[in-house]
């Protein structure tokens, strides 16, 4: 199969065809996996780095809006966890069944002679 977006940047040497394996699914997943486990810690330290931040500057109306960020990131980070969790099993099934449906394609094409000296028909 051939797609104007698959077509080889010039001097690239790549053949164009569209092509599809477990290796970019599964890495995907890995990536997914990965992000999930970054975000998470990165939301997680958030809150301890604002601790003593209303003790410390009681009293200023810049308090109420660093509050306000600080929520709205963790909300934010809280659905990027949420998403990456989401998609590393549905990921890691694309790659399971891609992968099958190659090897099956692949078995099929074993057993068909490609024309050699010994076919009559």
């Known amino acids: 199969m051939r797609l104007a977006s698959t077509a080889p ?17 599964t890495s995907a997943s890995g990536t997914a996996a990965e992000l999930r486990t970054s975000t998470e810690t990165s939301r997680s330290a958030l809150g301890p780095g604002h601790e003593g931040v209303e003790t410390g500057a009681a009293g200023l109306a810049s308090v109420a809006a660093l509050k306000s960020v600080l929520t709205s990131w963790e909300e934010r ?16 099934t ?6 099958e449906t190659e090897t099956a394609i692949e078995k099929s094409f074993k057993g068909v002679d490609g024309g050699g000296a010994g076919e009559r028909r």
């Open 9 to 25: 940047e010039p001097g690239t040497g790549g053949s164009g065809d569209l092509k599809h394996s477990g290796g970019p699914w």
């Open 94 to 99: 694309v790659a399971k069944e891609m992968g």
């Open 77 to 92: 980070l809280q659905a990027v966890r949420d998403e990456c969790e989401q998609l590393t099993g549905p990921l890691l």
